[in-house]
Nanobody
Framework: VQLQASGGGLVQTGGSLRLSCAAS????????VGWFRQAPGKEREFVAG????????YYADSVKGRFTVSRDNAKRTVYLQMNSLKPEDTAIYHCAAGANLIITAVTTSQFYQYWGQGTLVTVSS
């Protein structure tokens, strides 16, 4: 599976962006997809994840109620809708795909097998 993240940019506080993660590979719908971010000088952190069926989603506490993850398996694309953005959301956002992840692994980057290049999100104050 190859992943390509896009949609980042510069936005003011309170604004919105939608990130996309486009995948190649016929087995894409078998993978859990996660979004992770890394800010300058900080460790990579989990943002959101979605199961292969799309029925189960997971969010970091810091983005609950503001971000929404969704997927369209027919288009092999996962989306991250980000609303009410804050300066602390500034980071490089990566999408990743992992197979057979138990629930406790969804939020852990080491369990994801495939990673896309990041897309930069900058939120100005």
């Amino acid at each position: 599976v190859q992943l390509q993240a896009s949609g980042g940019g510069l936005v003011q506080t309170g604004g919105s962006l939608r990130l996309s993660c486009a995948a190649s590979g016929r087995t894409f719908n078998r993978y859990t997809v996660g979004w992770f971010r890394q800010a300058p000088g900080k460790e990579r952190e989990f943002v959101a994840g979605i199961r292969m069926s799309g029925e189960s989603t997971y969010y970091a506490d810091s983005v609950k109620g503001r971000f929404t993850v969704s997927r369209d398996n027919a288009k092999r694309t996962v989306y991250l809708q980000m609303n009410s953005l804050k300066p602390e959301d500034t980071a490089i956002y990566h999408c990743a795909a992992g197979a057979n992840l138990i629930i406790t692994a969804v939020t852990t980057s080491q369990f994801y097998q495939y990673w896309g290049q990041g897309t930069l999100v900058t939120v100005s104050s």
